[in-house]
T-cell receptor, first 116, second 112 residues
């Protein structure tokens, strides 16, 4: 079975600074995907970024980048130039094989607060 | 246009009642999901449908029954509601299993 661990329940960052949200995973699959989602206080879940296990380059999407270290089984999210609107819960997830299908496993989330 | 929509957004009901939550996606995706998010924000998969077929059925009480009339819709019916069913229920869809999932706005269910 797959497992995702987010060890930071809450974090603070100053506006305009960069912040790294930690995510480690455990899987026996050779092929898997790693995902990050944002959940603002309004409640919706917003897909941010995806990294495939065979991708050699780290994924980037605007101010978001995924620091993928396969040997360490970590997939940290880096947010550059934090904005007040980045204050939210952030969830890391992994897709793992279950029979012929893939299933998502979510971490417990990290609550990010951006200070002005 | 909303990609994944759910109705209702809020649902307040009494113990023992039966209720349904509807979900529709207009993304042309083949796979749809139901998740439960508890008060501690933990997200847990409940069901997954691929091309209208149930492929993932987690340890969920039989009182919960999903129905997928077509690939664009996945409804959730809950019988005999209990206090512990209070949570936010999210519908999601993806191109196929293993691809990024797009979530609906959630339905906050409160059982009194």
């Amino acid at each position: 079975a797959q497992k995702i661990t987010q060890t930071q329940p809450g974090m603070f960052v100053q506006e305009k600074e960069a912040v790294t949200l930690d995510c480690t995973y455990d899987t026996s699959d050779q092929s898997y995907g790693l995902f990050w989602y944002k959940q603002p206080s309004s409640g919706e879940m917003i897909f941010l970024i995806y990294q495939g296990s065979y991708d050699e380059q780290n994924a980037t999407e605007g101010r978001y980048s995924l620091n993928f270290q396969k040997a360490r089984k970590s997939a940290n999210l880096v947010i550059s130039a934090s904005q007040l609107g980045d204050s939210a819960m952030y969830f890391c997830a992994i897709s793992g094989q279950v029979y012929n299908f893939n299933k998502f496993y979510f971490g417990s989330g990290t609550k990010l607060n951006v200070k002005p | 246009d909303t990609a994944v929509s759910q109705t209702p957004k809020y649902l307040v009901t009494q113990m023992g009642n039966d209720k349904s939550i509807k979900c529709e996606q207009n993304l042309g995706h083949d796979t749809m999901y139901w998740y439960k998010q508890d008060s501690k924000k933990f997200l847990k998969i409940m069901f997954s449908y691929n091309n209208k077929e149930l492929i993932i059925n987690e340890t969920v009480p039989n009182r919960f029954s999903p129905k997928s009339p077509d690939k664009a819709h996945l409804n959730l019916h809950i019988n005999s509601l209990e206090l512990g069913d209070s949570a936010v229920y999210f519908c999601a869809s993806s191109q196929d299993t293993g691809y990024e999932q797009y979530f609906g706005p959630g339905t906050r269910l409160t059982v009194t």
